[in-house]
């Protein structure tokens, strides 16, 4: 029987990674992810994700959406065309697939993240 991913029952092992440099905005931030879930079949995955300040340009795939969750620290995206939100603790949002834009971390972040990754 499946059984319920409760994120405060266990602490995956962190991963740790980079933008790629030629999304690099500014500084060379370094971001960690705890994933405590993947699905069986790979397209859903949910955990807690970290990162210090800087910023770099994003490109959404087709069918790729992620919901997110600040917990901590603060954070800015912009859409190419220059829109822009901010978001803090406890404010929410989703990108949705195909979206591009800048994402830039103003101050060490921590959120929840839920993404789903399936084919276009």
């Keep these: 029987m499946p059984k319920l991913t409760i994120f405060s029952g266990r602490t995956p092992e962190p991963t740790y990674d980079h933008p790629r440099p030629d999304r690099l905005v500014s500084g060379n931030p ?8 993947m699905s069986a079949n ?6 807690i994700w970290a990162c210090e ?5 994003i ?9 997110f969750c600040v917990i901590e620290g603060r954070l800015r995206i912009s859409d190419s065309e220059g829109n822009a939100a901010e978001f803090g603790p406890g404010d929410a949002c989703v ?8 994402f830039e971390v103003l101050e060490s972040v921590r959120k929840h ?7 276009a």
């Design 30 to 37: 370094r971001r960690t992810t705890w994933e405590h879930f």
């Design 42 to 47: 790979g397209d859903l995955s949910a955990g």
């Design 53 to 57: 300040p800087g910023a770099w340009n």
């Design 59 to 67: 490109a959404f795939a087709p069918g790729k959406d992620e919901f």
């Design 95 to 102: 990108i949705p697939s195909g979206f591009t834009g800048t």
């Design 113 to 119: 993240y839920v993404l789903m990754d399936r084919p």
